[in-house]
């Protein structure tokens, strides 16, 4: 009898055991998938915050380099009142400014001419009821570095809107050091608009 009480209280040990983990595994398992659940949505939304971060930092970067763009556009050079229509003072500064460039880089002006109608002018020819348009022809003696300075700052440094053309460079024959330089360089200005 003692053997039968043992194995009876083996059997229900085990019974019960089974009933436990049976038990244990019905609240487990959900909580288990629960689990899995859960974790595959973080990780999920974990890649999908980092791809926004990318995202956000790309179109963060783009933005910086549109905005370096834009600071680096050159402007039109406002007119100032100037009651003629043909007036070299219709351009301010900026006639001052390039003159004085060539002069302290070197240049010796030989001579300057201007034609505040260039009939080769796409804006003049288009636009002159909103800008007015100049071209200057110089005539210029330098050396080689001094030319390429000369056009380094206008092209990098000089703040307004402006174009160089026709370009003839020769060897001077009293001393091939120098050249002599013929430029088209276009100054642009934009009206004032006229109060009604």
Do not use: H, W
């Not at 288990?32 to 990780?43: D, F, H």
Request: hydrophobic content about 40%; overall charge negative.
């Amino acid at each position: 009898m003692n053997k039968k009480n043992s194995q009876l209280v083996s059997i229900i040990i085990i019974g019960s055991v089974l009933i436990f983990v049976i038990i244990l595994y019905l609240f487990a398992a959900p909580a288990i998938t629960n689990y899995q659940n859960v974790k595959t949505k973080i990780l999920n939304e974990t890649n999908e915050v980092v791809k926004l971060e990318e995202q956000y930092n790309e179109e963060k970067e783009k933005q910086k380099q549109e905005d370096i763009q834009i600071q680096s556009l050159k402007q039109i050079y406002l007119t100032e009142n100037v009651n003629t229509d043909e007036n070299l003072g219709k351009f301010g500064t900026m006639f001052d400014d390039i003159i004085k460039r060539a002069q302290y880089n070197g240049l010796l002006i030989r001579s300057i001419e201007y034609d505040m109608k260039p009939a080769n002018s796409t804006i003049y020819n288009n636009f002159s009821d909103t800008y007015n348009v100049c071209e200057l022809k110089f005539f210029f003696v330098a050396t080689y570095s001094q030319l390429k300075t000369f056009l380094n700052e206008l092209t990098n440094s000089f703040p307004y809107l402006i174009s160089i053309s026709n370009l003839d460079v020769t060897a001077f024959s009293g001393n091939e050091d120098y050249l002599l330089i013929k430029m088209s360089i276009t100054l642009y200005s934009k009206k004032q608009v006229k109060e009604e």
